[in-house]
């Protein structure tokens, strides 16, 4: 990992955000996607909503949110997350006071949310310091490429409590191999 964090260099702060829903909107419309098609889809929603709030989210008909880019299984997860913090089911104001797990399991009770969706909203929506998603295909990639001699799972626990950080690093480097900066070691 030292190889890895001295091709990559210094990584931007994280810092929680002022906008758990939206931000959490933001994942969903991520899930599956590479990061330019979840860009892409996501400005075309900001642009159409303005402010991306549960009510305005739930104001919007199933049709116009597809006709977005949104799929319909993300329509109806957008739509139940919205349901969720106008009912009070999940209340985002507090969910930074929960534990991973706690928070885990709360998103995931939703349509749609799994395990990775929660994890990259722990990243980088809560700015969680210890979490890392082995949902996360590039991330699995990215062990196997540097730790090929290893079992996976058991890499990131030896990064704690900074297995977030170990991530964005497995992340920017992927991005550089793929780029074609930086020689496969």
Do not use: C
């Amino acid at each position: 990992m030292a190889e890895v964090t001295a091709r990559v260099g210094e990584l931007p702060v994280l810092g929680v955000t002022p906008d758990p829903f939206g931000t959490l909107v933001r994942s969903v419309t991520g899930q599956q996607l590479s990061v330019k098609a979840a860009a892409s889809i996501h400005g075309r929603l900001v642009a159409a909503l303005g402010e991306v709030t549960a009510v305005d989210i739930r104001r919007a008909a199933g049709e116009d949110l597809r006709a977005l880019g949104l799929s319909w299984a993300k329509v109806r997860t957008v739509h139940a997350l919205a349901d969720a913090a106008l009912g009070g089911q999940i209340e985002f104001a507090h969910l930074s006071r929960q534990s991973d797990e706690e928070i885990i399991a709360e998103l995931s009770a939703l349509p749609g949310i799994g395990r990775w969706t929660a994890e990259m909203f722990l990243m980088f929506g809560l700015a969680r310091p210890n979490v890392f998603s082995f949902g996360d295909l590039a991330l699995r990639q990215g062990l196997a490429r540097l730790y090929p001699a290893s079992a996976q799972a058991a890499v990131p626990p030896a990064w704690a409590p900074y297995r977030t950080l170990g991530a964005r690093y497995l992340w920017a480097d992927n991005a550089l191999h793929r780029a074609g900066g930086v020689p496969l070691p």
